[in-house]
């Protein structure tokens, strides 16, 4: 006659999946905060590179501030 699991086994099995489990999670949420972090930091670059970019197109430019100012605010409207 086959016997069925014991309920300690079981329970002891489950456990130990579930410390599995979290193990995962946080290893899986150390591996996505190195990512964000990257990204972040090269969102950075790119963002100090456009504005480097900006200021010397200002720069060259024979525009004068308030035609620069007027060209840039042109589309936007005052319900924002």
Known sequence: ??????????TETLE???GKAQLKVIKT???????????QKLLDKRDA????????????SEKTYDEILTFITAGQTTEE
């Open 49 to 60: 590179q456009r504005k480097e970019e900006l200021w010397n197109a200002i720069i060259k």
């Open 29 to 39: 949420k150390q591996a996505y905060d190195t990512a964000v972090g990257a990204l």
């Open 16 to 18: 130990q999946q579930i």
């Open 1 to 10: 006659m086959p016997r069925g699991r014991k309920v300690g086994s079981v």
